[in-house]
């Protein structure tokens, strides 16, 4: 699938003026989110933004964001649509660097939308985020052959793919319920307002203590 249809031009567009992170991995934590959460309106996804501490996101990129959290719920929800889903990755007329960068980016971002749902994993779905962070931990230099060419990244990406998928089966509640934003008044104080007071953050949930232990900085 080329960019244009895929929609990656489409977010390099409406993310040109943000760069804390890549667009790989900011849709890969709306689709972390998605997996257990309903779509959220665009003063929500500004308040997640936040308190993730990132800055504002563009007008367009929030409008962007929101409504493709809305298909992809939409997407998940249905069995036979979401074995269509796919990560937002460049196409193949990039170089494989690039998208294997994509993919670690993406696979990142997913874990960390999925960790802040506060969900409970099953066994093997703690499985899945063990070896997502597999992907999520590759190093790889530029000048660098990623072993296995070709045929290796496809057989990571269709399995990073199918984790959605998989997690997108539970059911799913508002995001303003997550411990994240949950109880925060409209003047409630950010992580990073906290933080500059000396105060200490909130814990981050469970899920992702499993993940750094499977991925160390």
Known sequence: MNDNISGWNTWLTAFDDWTDVS????????????????????ATWAKVF??????????????????E???????LKDKDDAYAYMPLIPDDEHGLYERVMALKQ??????????????????????????????????????????????????????ARMVPVSFATRKRKPVKDIALIAGLSINAKTTKE????????????????????????
């Open 194 to 217: 906290l933080q500059a007071e000396g105060k200490l953050p909130k814990p981050m949930p469970p899920v992702l203590d499993v993940m750094n232990q499977n991925n160390p900085s």
């Open 106 to 159: 993406w696979s990142n971002g997913f874990m960390t939308g999925f960790g802040i749902t506060d969900c409970n994993l099953s066994s093997e779905e703690n499985e899945m985020l063990s070896d997502l962070a597999k992907i999520g931990g590759i190093r790889l230099e530029e000048e660098e052959d990623f072993e296995g060419g070709e045929e290796s990244y496809l057989y990571i990406y269709e399995f």
């Open 23 to 42: 667009i790989s991995e900011v849709h890969g934590l709306m689709t972390g989110l998605m997996t257990a959460c309903n779509a959220p309106d665009e």
């Open 69 to 75: 959290a809305e298909d992809t719920v939409f997407q």
């Open 50 to 67: 936040e308190e993730l501490s990132f800055a504002p996101l563009p007008e367009a990129a929030l409008t962007l964001l929101t409504e």
